[in-house]
């Protein structure tokens, strides 16, 4: 029989990647997704609707409908997201999640997707490993860590068989506009005008960090073999998914820059904070504190599941340029 696995949030960046990865693998695939279409890449995923964030909706009945073998959790929101929004979605659906895998008539495997954010600030020259203590600074760091919680208190409680992977900054092709890189990438692919031969000027806050940063795919293989391997092996785990080095984020938009062949003028200023309802609001550069430096160690994940990245960074950064640049209608085909 062919293992059926329901990725949830299957249509955004991450999940896109999943789905094709895991019918690559000849699993039958279920993509999960608030609006029910949009990217699923091959007419053959079959497509379900479902508000991931509305604790009204029953996930253990979604779970009972499709009966997978596994479910990959990729939902959650990260970009122009209220904070009441990220503990819903990014928390309290993964703990719901969590306990509806747990109960369900027929045994499931949960792969949930956490982030390299939980960790907190990183210390420079060193890597971090799944055993370091945790201490996020952003409100995005702190529900996908209450995330993690959740899923491993329940495998701890329950048996369930759950797996989380803690992935790093993620590139490659459909990078979401909000990120930094799809900014970037957004501008330099975006058409010059008519007679104008001045460099486009790009301006950004300053690029002092150094992060980890891991192709989409390299992420969606990771997931493959967590999904796949004995149960008893990766069960309660955290596994780190990144390339191992931190890279300075000034290279890589620069890289950015040579790859797209336009000419243009890097300009680098102090962000100014917001005013919030009480007064100023918060600095953006103590929203990025977290990853002035940021390695992570990945051997974890060539012990537990034979893993390690495959594609170098300027193929993921060549192959996010060509996806911005294709027409929406082939995107959507590809």
């Not at 990647?17 to 890449?41: E, I, Q």
Request: charged share 20%; net charge neutral.
């Amino acid at each position: 029989m062919t293992p059926t696995v329901m990725v949830l949030g299957g249509t955004g960046f991450m999940g896109t990647h999943l789905c094709a990865a895991f019918r690559a693998a000849g699993h039958r695939v279920v993509c999960v997704s608030r609006g029910g279409s949009g990217h699923p890449g091959d007419s053959a995923t079959v497509r379900l609707r479902h508000d991931l964030g509305v604790p009204g909706q029953d996930v253990a009945a979604l779970l009972a409908e499709v009966a997978p073998q596994v479910v990959v959790n990729a939902a959650g929101v990260v970009w122009q997201a209220d904070e009441d929004r990220m503990w819903s979605l990014n928390a309290r659906f993964a703990e719901r999640l969590a306990r509806a895998a747990a109960a369900a008539a027929h045994p499931v495997r949960l792969v949930q997707l956490g982030s390299s954010h939980e960790y907190g600030p990183g210390e420079p020259g060193t890597s971090t490993g799944e055993d370091a203590a945790c201490a996020p600074v952003s409100v995005y760091g702190r529900t996908k860590l209450a995330a993690t919680g959740a899923v491993l208190e329940t495998v701890r409680e329950t048996g369930l068989a759950a797996v989380v992977l803690r992935v790093a900054n993620a590139t490659g092709p459909g990078v979401p506009p909000g990120s930094l890189l799809g900014t970037v990438a957004q501008r330099l692919t975006a058409p010059a005008p008519a007679h104008d031969d001045e460099p486009t000027e790009l301006r950004l806050a300053p690029l002092r960090a150094r992060r980890d940063f891991v192709d989409v795919r390299d992420v969606a293989a990771a997931a493959v073999l967590a999904a796949t391997a004995p149960a008893h092996e990766v069960t309660g785990h955290v596994i780190n998914i990144a390339r191992g080095e931190a890279v300075a984020v000034r290279r890589v938009v620069e890289r950015l820059i040579a790859l797209a062949d336009r000419p243009v003028r890097l300009t680098e200023y102090e962000p100014v904070p917001a005013p919030g309802p009480t007064g100023p609001g918060p600095d953006a550069r103590v929203l990025r504190a977290d990853l002035e430096w940021q390695q992570l160690d990945i051997s974890r994940a060539r012990r537990l599941l034979g893993w390690r990245p495959a594609v170098d960074l300027d193929t993921s950064l060549a192959d996010l340029l060509t996806a911005v640049r294709l027409p929406e209608q082939e995107r959507t085909r590809t």
